[in-house]
């Protein structure tokens, strides 16, 4: 019998590509802010993850085996939910014995003793990055059984991304755009991490897993690959540059070690020079 998985911000990056994906489950989704959305076979919910009534109907509803909890990233006023949303969710999981998966990110770490293991302390140098941290020590502390997943950046090759999205508009507009050759990340294709992440929401991971892309790239080599990909020319205004000339403070590098993903997880994990060739093969 098909298991059922609640796949929270089901409007979402993520969450829209994992409910696309998730035909061995019967799936639902939620919304928040976005007022209806539809997909074949996929139910959907109106719910505002801060408040613990609407969680309780909601899980009584759907009744899930599994949550995939996508929600509350650092777009809008993400970065204040992530942390009470989080808790909630791993209360309520706890309480009524449903398998929990959390999605975190690598900038709990501050970029400058990678590679990272699921061992390494954290420290978050940004807002987004000491949410996701809290975030994860209260579902520790909550629910010991959920899996906490690490990734890194998530691309697209159908479509592109919010980031992309600017770097292809800003060829432009002519604004100037630097790429950061210092900082370096493990992107991952989002259609190929929504399936590993599928796999997961099948097994009993308990604690965290890092589940970045195979290969370290910085932002530079993302961005080019990816304009060359959707078939854009790169124009004088897009630059190289680095973190340390532009002031900012970001962590540098946060390459990640996914073995144990490796070792634990059947599906495999794509380059992005294997994704486009795969998405290119694909629409020949
Ligand atoms: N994208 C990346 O590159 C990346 C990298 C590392 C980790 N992550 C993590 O992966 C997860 C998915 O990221 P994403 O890029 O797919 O996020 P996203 O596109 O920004 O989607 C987040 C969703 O959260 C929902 N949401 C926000 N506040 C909510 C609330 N109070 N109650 C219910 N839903 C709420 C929104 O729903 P509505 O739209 O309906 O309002 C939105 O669809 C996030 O946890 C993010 O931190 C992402």
Redesign the pocket.
Same mark, same amino acid.
């Given at each position: 019998m098909k298991k059922r998985l609640l796949v929270?911000?089901?409007?979402?990056?993520?969450?829209?590509h994992l409910l696309r994906r998730a035909t061995q489950f019967i799936s639902t989704g939620?919304? !928040? !802010? =976005?007022p209806s959305t539809s997909l074949p076979d996929v139910k959907f919910h109106v719910?505002?993850? /801060?408040n613990p009534e609407e969680i309780r109907i909601l899980l009584g509803r759907v009744r899930p085996d599994v949550i995939i !909890? #996508?929600?509350?990233?650092? /777009?809008? &006023?993400?970065i204040e #939910?992530?942390v009470p949303?989080a808790g909630l969710l791993a209360m309520q999981t706890a309480e009524r014995g449903i398998r929990f998966i959390h999605?975190?990110?690598?900038?709990v770490f501050d970029g400058t003793s990678a590679p990272y293991t699921e061992e390494s302390p954290t420290n978050p140098i940004n807002p987004?990055g000491d949410a &996701?941290a809290q975030a994860e020590e209260l579902i520790r502390s909550l629910n010991p059984q959920a899996t906490i997943v $690490? =990734?890194?950046?998530?691309?697209d090759l159908r479509t592109p991304? $919010?980031q992309t999205t600017r770097l292809i508009e800003t060829t432009k507009t002519g604004e100037l755009y630097r790429l950061f050759v210092d900082e370096l990340r493990c992107p991952i294709w989002?259609k190929n991490f929504a399936d590993v992440l599928l796999e997961v929401a099948t097994k009993d991971i308990p604690g965290i897993l890092h589940l970045g892309g195979p290969e370290t790239l910085n932002r530079w080599e993302l961005g080019m690959g990816l304009l060359q990909h959707f078939g854009v020319t790169q124009t004088s205004n897009i630059q190289k540059g680095t973190i340390e000339e532009s002031g900012l403070v970001r962590p540098k590098n946060l390459t990640m070690d996914s073995s144990l993903a490796e070792r634990l997880l059947q599906t495999p994990r794509f380059s992005l020079e294997e994704a486009r060739k795969m998405t290119v093969t694909s629409e020949s």
């Amino acid at each position: 019998m098909k298991k059922r998985l609640l796949v929270t911000g089901g409007a979402g990056f993520l969450g829209n590509h994992l409910l696309r994906r998730a035909t061995q489950f019967i799936s639902t989704g939620t919304l !928040h !802010h =976005t007022p209806s959305t539809s997909l074949p076979d996929v139910k959907f919910h109106v719910c505002d993850l /801060q408040n613990p009534e609407e969680i309780r109907i909601l899980l009584g509803r759907v009744r899930p085996d599994v949550i995939i !909890h #996508t929600a509350c990233s650092e /777009q809008g &006023k993400g970065i204040e #939910t992530i942390v009470p949303a989080a808790g909630l969710l791993a209360m309520q999981t706890a309480e009524r014995g449903i398998r929990f998966i959390h999605l975190s990110t690598d900038q709990v770490f501050d970029g400058t003793s990678a590679p990272y293991t699921e061992e390494s302390p954290t420290n978050p140098i940004n807002p987004y990055g000491d949410a &996701k941290a809290q975030a994860e020590e209260l579902i520790r502390s909550l629910n010991p059984q959920a899996t906490i997943v $690490r =990734t890194s950046l998530l691309y697209d090759l159908r479509t592109p991304d $919010r980031q992309t999205t600017r770097l292809i508009e800003t060829t432009k507009t002519g604004e100037l755009y630097r790429l950061f050759v210092d900082e370096l990340r493990c992107p991952i294709w989002v259609k190929n991490f929504a399936d590993v992440l599928l796999e997961v929401a099948t097994k009993d991971i308990p604690g965290i897993l890092h589940l970045g892309g195979p290969e370290t790239l910085n932002r530079w080599e993302l961005g080019m690959g990816l304009l060359q990909h959707f078939g854009v020319t790169q124009t004088s205004n897009i630059q190289k540059g680095t973190i340390e000339e532009s002031g900012l403070v970001r962590p540098k590098n946060l390459t990640m070690d996914s073995s144990l993903a490796e070792r634990l997880l059947q599906t495999p994990r794509f380059s992005l020079e294997e994704a486009r060739k795969m998405t290119v093969t694909s629409e020949s």
